[in-house]
């Protein structure tokens, strides 16, 4: 049983914790800063001491003798988006299951705002550093190499070997979507796509769906291929483009949920219906995409084995263990009901 100070909180130091705790001060130090070298029953014992006495671990002292603050840091494209929420989450939670602590900054896929997060990020002393994507300021490695920090690229695959990296090959995933529609039987096909500057993800999924359909003699005209922002308002406005078209396409591949939801949602509210008049598919696999109406036909993305993965990767980076540079994941293609064949097909 733990006993309480009278005055928690105030000058409280790690021999009231041992105390309050029932263990020597090396116990608590040891459970505090490497909590997966003490059994689950004691650092439970010191957590609970660390609460009663309101005691707080000063972890400017403790950089200063380990060299290490015990923080990671992520830049993220935004977290106004479940697929990133997740990952992060995941990534959280599996560094926390160490003892470490993650610090995340959003830039709004701006690699100028990149920068200038990452270079606060290194200012506040992290340990190590988790990006998205392949496309980055060459001064952002060029700073982490000059501070030797340990970093690892996400959500895609370095082919040239340079750089850490967990993901998959988004241009790989993108044309097999476009296989799947022009196996349909679709020859009028559009596209809206993510904002490509600066987002390496959303450029080849672009390029790889353009390329795919010209290999089964589809050729997409420029009108039919639209950029938007990841939101449902302007996946809407996109299909509102599309649809009022002469001839209009009878399907649409969007870059990610997002964009697929809206342009849905829109396609219904002019009264087309889905797949009947056109076909929609995503990109992601959010939760949502298996109860919208009618369900989303997608990629599936492991997003929160990312994150574990991810978590792994850097714990091992960090304590020394031997890691893998280059971890592929798997996706794949979940066909749903907002697909079909083209209308005259279905006629016939």
């Known amino acids: 049983m733990v006993k309480r100070l009278s005055r928690p909180g105030r000058g409280v130091k790690l021999m009231d914790v041992a105390r309050l705790a029932g263990v020597s001060t090396a116990t608590v130090s040891r459970a505090l800063s490497a909590p997966a070298k003490v059994s689950d029953k004691m650092l439970r014992r010191v957590e609970t001491a660390v609460r009663d006495s309101g005691y707080v671990l000063d972890g400017a002292a403790r950089a200063l003798r380990s060299g290490r603050t015990r923080i990671v840091g992520a830049a993220v494209p935004t977290l106004d988006n479940a697929i990133f929420a997740r990952v992060t989450h995941a990534l959280q939670m599996g560094l926390e299951q160490k003892g470490y602590t993650l610090l995340v900054a959003s830039h709004e896929f701006d690699l100028d705002n990149e920068m200038r997060v990452v270079q606060s990020l290194v200012e506040r002393g992290i340990d190590a550093l988790v990006l998205v994507g392949l496309e980055h300021q060459p001064e952002l490695f060029q700073l982490m190499d000059s501070v030797r920090l340990p970093y690892l690229l996400t959500w895609a695959l370095d082919r040239s070997g340079k750089h850490p990296c967990i993901g998959f090959d988004n241009s790989a995933a993108a044309a097999r979507v476009a296989d799947y529609v022009a196996d349909l039987g679709h020859r009028r096909v559009a596209l809206i796509g993510g904002l490509s500057a600066g987002n390496d ?36 406005e996109a299909m509102r483009v599309l649809l009022a078209m002469h001839p209009r396409p009878t399907a649409v591949i969007c870059g990610n949920d997002v964009l697929a939801i809206g342009a849905l949602a829109e396609a219904r509210a002019l009264g087309f219906d889905v797949p009947g008049d056109v076909s929609v598919s995503g990109f992601d696999d959010l939760e949502i995409a298996s109860l919208v109406e009618p369900p989303l036909t997608t990629v599936q993305v492991p997003s929160r084995e990312i994150g574990q993965m991810a978590a792994a990767w850097l714990l091992g980076r960090l304590l020394g263990t031997a890691v893998q540079r280059i971890q592929k994941v798997p996706v794949e293609l979940v066909v749903r009901r907002s697909t079909a064949p083209p209308p005259s097909m279905q006629r016939e």
Do not use: K, N, S
């Not at 080849?204 to 990841?230: F, H, K, Q, S």
């Open 201 to 236: 993800r959303a450029r080849d999924r672009i390029a790889a769906t353009l390329d795919a359909l010209r290999r089964r003699g589809v050729i997409m005209p420029p009108a039919w291929i639209l950029e938007r922002p990841y939101t449902f308002d302007a996946a809407r």
